[in-house]
């Protein structure tokens, strides 16, 4: 009871401040990060440590490895974004963690971290879901952006369209029915040989390439929903790269990746602009670590700026994994009293629309 006390006196007190403060923790894969974000939009700080050189020679990210490491770098990266913020404890108002989806590993070492010092520090507890944690990162580079709008989040886990009317009232408009882009970039990059992480290398390498070079099915699902579908165009380019290889035949590797990339992106673009224009959405926000490619950008830009529709992507920094967005989704549950306490677990399979922490 006298925790409980002391901590419901903390929140009365932040609340009379002009400034919240959010200590925020993600590891829900292979970074390890932490962030102080103040008001949900103003960035003090955000430290990352990339695990990318360590799983590159695995060719993905091996979930033990992730976890032993956020085990070893997290308490020292906590520090550093406190640090680098110009904070202490007593500066801080609530501490936020990434609860799921991800590794179950992985999230674990965070919630754990972020539980250890909710208590020691006498704060209250945020649960950020993943996806909120990257429809945010948008809020932070647009600090003018107000729902409600379309929010397009892709990336190597996820690919999913959400009606946002406000952060509490989300719609799963349309998902993948198979791999998420991110994954397809990845598994014909492996199939090209190229480095993990695969999308930034097909990004690259299809700068090099004829975007028609290789034929490849434009994928169309009948039912007029906002699905998605990338295995069979997957599949189409791992089928041709065999058939090359039997009749020993030169392979242009960069017209493959962007073949490949032209199709994945105008799926995205054709489902998107869509579903905008059926539910009457004026805003199309992207978010997730496919954001960050290029042709997604220019295809998206380009089209939203014929049709008149207000387009917003995050920074690159806040496109892939990182505390920063985290703390931006926990200012929202901070204003409306969402607490989690210490029953808080990880939840690699959380629901795509959960927002309250379980408990």
């Known amino acids: 009871m006298p925790i409980l006390c002391g901590v419901l006196c ?43 050189d360590i799983h590159q020679k695995f060719g993905g990210v091996v979930p033990e490895v992730a976890s032993r490491k956020h085990i070893e770098y997290i308490a020292h990266i906590v520090e550093e974004a406190l640090i680098e913020a110009e904070c202490s404890k007593e500066d801080i108002d609530a501490i936020a963690v990434t609860y799921g989806p991800g590794l179950v590993g992985a999230l674990l070492v965070g919630v754990a971290y972020a539980k250890a010092l909710s208590f020691a520090w006498d704060k209250p507890l945020i649960a950020v879901n993943h996806l909120h944690g990257h429809i945010s990162g948008n809020f932070i580079s647009h600090k003018e952006l107000e729902p409600p709008f379309l929010c397009l989040v892709v990336s190597g886990g996820h690919t999913h369209i959400l009606g ?8 799963l408009m349309g998902g993948t029915r198979d791999d998420a882009a991110g994954e397809a970039f990845d598994k014909i990059a492996r199939s090209l040989k190229l480095p993990y992480p695969g999308g930034p290398q097909i990004d690259r390498l299809s700068k090099l390439g004829n975007k028609e070079g290789v034929k490849l099915p434009t994928v169309k699902l009948k039912d007029g929903g906002y699905d998605f ?3 069979g165009l997957k599949s189409s380019v791992l089928n041709y790269l065999n058939q090359m290889k039997l009749k ?3 392979i242009n590797d960069a017209d493959v990746a962007a073949s490949f990339q032209e199709k994945v992106v105008k799926q995205l673009l054709e489902v998107t602009i869509r579903c905008a224009k059926e539910n009457k959405y004026n805003k199309i926000v992207l978010a997730g670590g496919v954001s960050a490619n290029t042709r997604v950008r220019e295809v998206f830009k380009e089209k939203c700026q014929k049709e008149k529709y207000n387009l917003y992507f995050p920074e690159l920094k806040y496109c892939t994994d990182n505390a920063a967005m985290i703390g931006a989704a926990a200012y929202y549950s901070f204003k409306k009293s969402i607490f989690a306490d210490m029953k808080l677990n990880a939840c690699p399979q959380i629901g795509h629309l959960m927002i309250k922490p379980t408990k």
Do not use: H, P, W
Request: aromatic residues 6%; proline residues 0%; hydrophobic residues 40%.
């Open 10 to 52: 903390k929140i009365l007190e932040a609340r009379m401040k002009d400034q919240i403060k959010i200590l925020a923790i993600e590891t829900s894969c292979d970074e390890t990060a932490a962030a102080v974000v103040q008001d949900g939009r103003e960035v003090l700080s955000n430290v990352i440590f990339s695990q990318i």
């Open 164 to 171: 946002i009317k406000d952060m509490y009232n989300i719609e």
């Open 229 to 231: 579908s990338f295995s």
């Open 248 to 250: 020993n035949n030169e």
